[in-house]
């Protein structure tokens, strides 16, 4: 099926730090999707991107909807502790009449006081 | 309050007992899904469905049953568990805008499952 290839796995960085975080397929997307999920909880959508080459922010962070409509990058510029989490892209994909919303791997960020 | 709601949280229990984990919404979704998160593994669909009555099968059905006979519950059913089945199971709901089903999943907080 297809993959969505979620980058870095994890993450380590200081409080005040800049994070980034990306994903990258073969198949084109026609929506991508960042989620957090806080440790005991459901995912959280953060941004939602909807048009090629789209940068949208919200609050600290800002995403990226690629050109090529295969990647989508996701940014947090001076993190603090509660940004630890684990965070999604998704993308949602049109093939041979149906949908399917495919889900990275997610990157597990750890910041430190 | 707009939610996704399932039951239980956490579930512990031995092989062949059936079980159902329920799922609820209260924002007249047609679109749900159940996935099930493992460690390296992310979020893996295991059944969704577009409306009433219509379901389909994800990436990971097998083992797995799932009903929907009203908009708003989308039960998910393990007639005969086993170990490799012990997961963190999310269910989630969207609308559908026009002819796409592409906004935003609302997820539910997640249902711990433990197959001895």
């Known amino acids: 099926g297809q993959q969505l290839n979620q980058s870095p796995q994890s993450m380590f960085i200081q409080e005040g730090e800049d994070v980034s975080m990306n994903c990258t397929s073969s198949?084109?997307?026609?929506?991508w999707l960042w989620y957090k999920q806080d440790p005991g909880e459901g995912p959280v959508l953060l941004i939602a991107?909807?048009?090629?080459?789209e940068l949208t922010s919200n609050g600290r962070l800002t995403a990226q909807f690629g050109i090529t409509r295969k990647d989508s990058f996701l940014n947090i510029s001076a993190s603090i502790p509660s940004d630890v989490g684990i965070y999604f892209c998704a993308g949602h994909l049109l093939q041979g009449g149906s949908e399917k919303l495919v889900f990275g791997k997610g990157t597990k960020l750890t910041v430190n006081p | 309050e707009a939610q996704v709601t399932q039951n239980p949280r956490y579930l512990i229990t031995v092989t062949g007992k059936k079980l159902t984990v329920t799922c609820s919404q209260n924002m007249n979704h047609e679109y749900m899904s159940w996935y099930r998160q493992d460690p390296g593994l992310g979020l893996r669909q295991i059944y969704y469905?577009?409306?009433?009555?219509?379901?389909d099968k994800g990436d990971v059905p097998e083992g797995y049953k799932v009903s929907r006979k009203e908009k708003r519950n989308f039960p998910l059913i393990l007639e005969s568990p086993s170990p490799n089945q012990t997961s963190l199971y999310f269910c989630?709901?969207?609308?559908?805008?026009?002819?796409?089903?592409?906004?935003?999943?609302?997820f539910g907080n997640g249902t711990r499952l433990t197959v001895t």
């Open positions: 991107l909807y048009k090629a080459g």
């Open positions: 989630a709901s969207s609308s559908r805008q026009g002819d796409s089903y592409n906004s935003p999943l609302h």
């Open positions: 469905s577009m409306n009433v009555e219509v379901t």
């Open positions: 198949s084109i997307f026609n929506t």
